[in-house]
Every structure is written in structure tokens, then in C-alpha cells.
């Protein structure tokens, strides 16, 4: 199994990324039990479990189109990142309301004008705008719009932490040497090992701040109940 997962992992997290737009963080603290039509609830909002199941439909789709072979561990597999990039929206999006960040209407509606999958002609189309996310996210204009203003939202919020991060040049060229390069070429890649560092940075900060948002926001997950019919 876990050889299995090792083989495939690289494919499912490319795939939950092009959908979600990523995450580079780890939900815990779970506490389990129930209610009846959602897959978790995050301090008191509940995610729909039928938005979840039409996400890991999404992804195992885009799965099967790049040639994996789709069996039970790989869906089982896909179900748990979905699940918790959904997890991670919530709360990051909840965060930024918090901090009072906001995302206007008209972001949305420049989003959803530009998306290929509504246009026709190369012009927006109201008509494959209401067929594609009825038939592809199962939701109402109103719901898939107030989605797409969460999400939006929370990489705001994930921006603004990065935007804070700051790599000084005695630290790039630190972690630069840490990799065994020859310093003699440090100039010409520092710009490449900067944005490396920050990055690992990030991840660091972000995956700090989503433990303490864990202790600080109570996150049920119905998701075992929901698979197993209750």
C-alpha cells in the first residue's frame, strides 16, 4: 500500500492542485461526530458533503485523463487531499474575514467571464456559464459564486503571509552553500535560491500558523459517517 501510494502520490497532488491552486499545509486535531449533510464543519460552518463528493469526482476525472489507473487505494487516496484542502480553505478563508479582508464582487465576475469553460465563440456565455456548474459542481450561480469568493479569499490570505516573508542576503547565501553549490556561482542564482528559501519559509510559517488555527477553530469531520451511509 504504501509503496503503491509512493508511485502515484506525485499525480494526485498534481491533480488536487490544478484544481484547488494548492496548499502546502496539514490539518489535525479533528474531533468526529455528527450531522447530516455535511463532510466537516470548521468553527461552526459546515462544507457540504456533496461539494466534496463533486470535487473528488473532478479529481479522479483529471486522474483517469492523465492514464493512472484508478483502484480503491488511489480513491481513497484522492478523497483524504481533497478533503483536506477543503478543510484548509475554510479555514483560511474564515481567517481572512477575520482580518478583514475582503474580495469584491467584480473579481468574481472577471474570474467567471474569463473561465474558458463558460465562453463560446471566445466571448462569455451566460448559457455555459449556468449548464457547466450545474453539471460539473451541481450548484446554483449564487452558490458557485459565493465558492469561488471563499476561495478566493483564502489565497488572499496565504499571499499575505508570504508577502511577509523576508530572506536576507546572508541567509540565501547560507542555504546556497548548504546545497554543496560552488559560492563562486552564488551571484548569478541567488535570485533562484532566494525565492527557494522563501518558499521553504512559507511552508514553515504556514504550517505553524495552521496548527495554532486548529487549536483556536473546532474542526468536526463527518467524513467516515458520510462513506459509510450514516
Known amino acids: 500500500m504504501i509503496s503503491f501510494f509512493s508511485h502515484h502520490r506525485k499525480v494526485i497532488f498534481a491533480v488536487v492542485t490544478v484544481i484547488f491552486v494548492g496548499s502546502m499545509f496539514f490539518v489535525s486535531g479533528q474531533v468526529f461526530t455528527g450531522t447530516s449533510d455535511a463532510v466537516a464543519e470548521v468553527g461552526g460552518r459546515k462544507i457540504p458533503y456533496q461539494q466534496f463528493l ?61 473561465t474558458p469553460q463558460f465562453r463560446e465563440g471566445g466571448v462569455f456565455s451566460p448559457r455555459a456559464y449556468y449548464q457547466t456548474i450545474f453539471s460539473e459542481f451541481q450548484m446554483s450561480p449564487p452558490e458557485y459564486e459565493a465558492w469561488r469568493k471563499k476561495a478566493r479569499l483564502a489565497t488572499k490570505f496565504k499571499q499575505f503571509i508570504y508577502t511577509s516573508v523576508k530572506v536576507t542576503p546572508a541567509e540565501a547565501r547560507a542555504y546556497y552553500l548548504s546545497k554543496n553549490k560552488d559560492p ?5 542564482e541567488r535570485a533562484k535560491y532566494t525565492d527557494e528559501l522563501a518558499k521553504d519559509k512559507f511552508a514553515n510559517i504556514a504550517n505553524y500558523l495552521l496548527r495554532q488555527l486548529t487549536t483556536r477553530q473546532e474542526v468536526k469531520s463527518y467524513l467516515e459517517e458520510r462513506e459509510q451511509g450514516r
Open 54 to 114: 463533486t470535487q473528488v469526482n473532478r479529481v479522479m476525472a483529471s486522474v483517469k485523463d492523465s492514464g493512472t489507473e484508478v483502484n480503491e487505494i488511489l480513491s481513497k487516496s484522492v478523497k483524504q487531499e481533497v478533503f483536506r484542502e477543503m478543510i484548509i480553505e475554510e479555514l483560511l478563508s474564515q481567517q481572512g474575514a477575520k482580518m478583514s479582508m475582503r474580495v469584491p464582487d467584480f473579481e468574481v465576475a472577471v474570474e467567471v467571464q474569463n
Open 184 to 188: 563562486k556561482n552564488f551571484e548569478k
